[in-house]
């Protein structure tokens, strides 16, 4: 998983937006997209907040798995503690799990996507499959890993260097 970045962070604040319309450059809608509000630092040393989004859609039909490919909103709850077995079949996040999320870690990655800027340095995109901190790196690393080589992160990029701190290496419309 060379050019990829894990961190561990803490959850701010976390919010939901359900029946999500398309990205300009999605077809799709989102039935679940998850805003986590985590602080993140700057090349300078100063901190700021950051949105981390992650979305997917629902299965209501299959009672054996109704997350789908919504389960990346499951494992975010569950890698903070909070126990989503018992989720009602409207599949509505209880307010809850909200609060239960705020302040605990998580362990995150970003990783360089096959888009540059005009300066030659890439996008960068966050991956919203996250994990819980205390389950390591090699663990996290090694889904990253597969989910590139299963094909679902289609936009990897081996990087030539380490990605800015910056939220100028960051472009919220570019993340797949």
């Known amino acids: 998983m060379a050019g990829s970045y894990r961190q561990v962070v803490k959850a701010k604040s976390v919010s939901v937006r359900y029946n999500e319309p398309p990205k300009s450059y999605m077809s799709w809608n ?6 986590v ?15 981390f989004i992650i979305s997917g859609n ?8 109704q997350w789908g490919s919504a ?4 494992k975010f709850f569950e890698a903070v503690g909070v126990n989503t077995k018992n989720i009602g079949s409207d599949m509505v996040i209880p307010d809850g799990w909200f609060d239960q999320a705020i302040g605990k870690e998580f362990s ?5 996507s096959d888009r540059v800027r005009d300066d030659g340095k890439p996008f ?15 663990a996290h690393k090694a889904e990253f890993d597969k989910q590139v080589t299963d094909g679902w992160i ?22 797949l």
């Open 37 to 51: 509000v985590i602080e993140k630092q700057s090349k300078d040393g100063e901190s700021y907040d950051y949105t």
């Open 30 to 35: 989102n039935d679940i997209c998850l805003d």
């Open 108 to 112: 995150y990655i970003t990783y360089p």
């Open 154 to 175: 289609k936009v990897f990029q081996e990087p030539t260097e380490e990605p800015s701190a910056d939220s100028s290496d960051v472009d919220d419309d570019m993340d």
């Open 124 to 138: 960068w995109n966050d991956f919203d499959i996250v994990m819980s901190a205390a389950a390591g790196q090699d």
């Open 58 to 65: 629902f299965k209501k039909d299959n009672p054996k798995n």
């Open 71 to 74: 389960f990346k909103v499951a």
